[in-house]
C-alpha cells in the first residue's frame, strides 16, 4: 500500500517515526492558522495533562495492585472474546453484503452499522430487553438452557461485541469489495465449492483487511463503557472492565484512574501505530 | 430455471457423434444477445476468434457454467452440463490474467483442483509436480505468482487448468497479457501442449495470428452471432466481413457477380478471373494494388479507379495508404514510391488491380 504523504506524516510524528521537514510555507492566512493551533492544543492538551500529573513514582504500585490487575485481565479477556465472536459472526456477514445480492441488503447494510452511530448506553438497554432475564429471548435462555446474560462476563463480552462487530463487518466488506471476486470463480472452475473458495482462496486474499477490522473492534471493545455498565454492571473480576474501573476509582483514588488511565493510552497508540499504514492512509 | 435443450436440425455441424463438444449458448444479457452454436471434437482446437465486446468471453463463461444460459444447452461427451455447477463440470479454464492465487506457491495452485477432486495433500501436489515438470517448471515450484515471468505465470495457469484431468480446456486470451517476444516463445509452447491434449479446447483470442497459429479451427463471433467458421487457410482466403477482411489484411466487397464481372452494390465493377454469378464477395490485398498519379494512358479501364488519399500510415517497412472515391480501398506501397508519387492526403491517384491478384467467391 502506498502512503499518503500527510497522514502518513501525521502517524510517524505521533509514533516518533522520521518527522517531516519543518519548512514553513509562507502565507498561511491568520483565520485558518489560529483556530488550527487552538484546535490541535485542545486535541493534545489532555494527552499532555495525563502524562505531566501521572504518579509515575508510584505508577509500578499502582499498576501491580490486584484491582488493576483484575480489571486489565478482564479487560483483555473479555475484548478479545468480542472480538472473536464478531469474527465468527462478522466475517460472513461481510461476506454476504459484500457478494450477494438480496432484496433490502441496503437495509440491512445501514442495520448492521447502527450501533457505529447509535449511543452505547442505549445499546445497553436495547441488549437488556432483548437479553435480559426478561428479554424478549433472555427469557428463553433463562427458562431452556438457564443462560443469564445479564451481569455476567458473558454479559460484558456480548455488550463489547455488539459495540464492536460493526467496525469489523465494514473494515473487511470493503476488502472484499475491493478483492477480485474473479479468484473465487477461478476457485470453482477447479472443483472448490463456494464455501472451499471462500476458506482457501478469499479468506487468505483478505486476510489483512480481517486483521485490521479485528484491531479495530479490540481497540473498541477494550475501551466499551456505555453498553458494558448497563447490560453487564460493574462487579469487580466478573464484568468491570477498565473504562469502568477508571471511571470508578476517579471517585475515590484518582492516582488509581490515571495511572489505568496511562495503560488504555498506551494500548491506544499501539493500535494506531500497528493500524497507520492500513487505516490512517485509505482516504 | 429450465433448460430445454432445443438445437435447431441442421444448425450445428456434424460428424461429433457424442464425444466432444456440442453446445449451443444463448445469453440475453439487457439488449445483448449472444447466440452461439458450437461443435468440437475431442482433440480438437477451436478459436473464437472476435472483436472486443461480441461476446467471445461470455460465450466462454457460459461453457465454464460461470454464467447462467438463458437457451440453448451444454452437452459434453454425451452429457448434458446444463445443470451442473461449475464446480463439477469436467472443465479446465485458463484466464486471461491467469488468476493465480496470489497466496500459494506454483506447486499449490497448480495442487488447488486435484485437492478439491478429493486426493490427499500428498497425492495432490504429487500430481502437480508432475505437471509443472511437463511444463518445464519444475525449478520454480515454490515460486509465489509474483515472482514468476508472465511466460512462466501462463504456464502455470495451464498446468492448474490441466491438472483436474478436464474434457474441456477453455482459455481466455492466453496470451493478451504478455509482451511481444516472451509471446512468440510462448504460443509456440502452447500450441505443443494444445496439441496433446487430448480433450476439447476452446479458446478466445481477438489476436488472428494467435488464433490461426493455435487453433485447428476458427468460428468468428460479432455482434454475439457466429459470422463464419471455417479452418484459418479458408478464413484467411475467403473472409466473409469486414472485420476478418481487416484482420487478414485483404480489400472485401460484396456484390453480384455475372462472368467475369462483378458488380459491387456501391457502383463500380471489378474483373475476378473465376466465372460466377449470383451474390460474391471479392477480395484482394491490398500489396496487388498499383497507384498512379495519373490515369494511365496505355491501360484497359478494367479495375481502374479513381481515388483520394484519405490517410497514410506506415505498415511494416511499407506505407499503407486508405483510400476513398469510387471504390474505397487499402493499398500498400513502398516508401520510395509513396514519395514519387507525392502521396498526401486530400491527393488525388489513380487505383488499379489486374484481375489475377482478386478473388471472388460465393457469399
Redesign the interface.
Known sequence: MTRADTPGAAADTLTGGPRPGRVRRPGVPLPLMLPALVGLAFLLLPLVALLARAPWRTLPDQLTSTAVWQALQLSLVSATAATAVSLVLGVPLAWLLARTEFPGRGLVRALVTLPLVLPPVVGGVALLLALGRNGIVGQWLDAWFGITLPFTTAGAVVAEAFVAMPFLVISVEGTLRAA?P??E??????????F?AFR??TL??IAPGVAAGSVLAWARALGEFGATITFAGNFPGRTQTMPLAVYLALQNDPAAAIALSLVLLAVSIAVLAGLRDRWMTTS | MTHTRQTAPGSTPTGVGGEGLDARLVVQRGSFRLDVALTVAPGEVVALLGPNGAGKTTALRAL?G?VPVSGGGVCLDGAALDRTP????P???V?QDY?L???LTALDNVA??PR??GASKAKAREIAAGWLDRMGLADHAGAKPRRLSGGQAQRVALA??LA?RPRLLLLDEPLAALDARTRLEVRAELRRHLAEFEAVAVLVTHDPLDAMVLADRLVVVESGRVVQEGTPSEIARRPRTDYIAQLVGLNLYRGTAGGHTVRLEAGPAITTTEELSGPVFVAFPPGAVTLFRDRPSGASARNLWRCEVAGLETHGDQIRADLTGELSLAADLTAVAAAELGLQPGATVWATVKATQTHAYPA
Not at chain 1, 470463480?185 to 463456494?194: D, I, M
Not at chain 2, 461449475?86 to 463440470?89: N, Q
Open positions: 477480485d474473479r479468484y470463480e477461478a476457485a470453482t472452475t477447479l472443483g472448490a465449492s463456494r472451499t482457501r482462496v487468505p486474499l | 465454464a460461470l461449475p464446480e463439477s463440470r472443465v479446465g479454464v484466464f488468476l492465487f496470489p497466496h488447488f483442483g478439491c477432486h492448474r487448468a483436474t
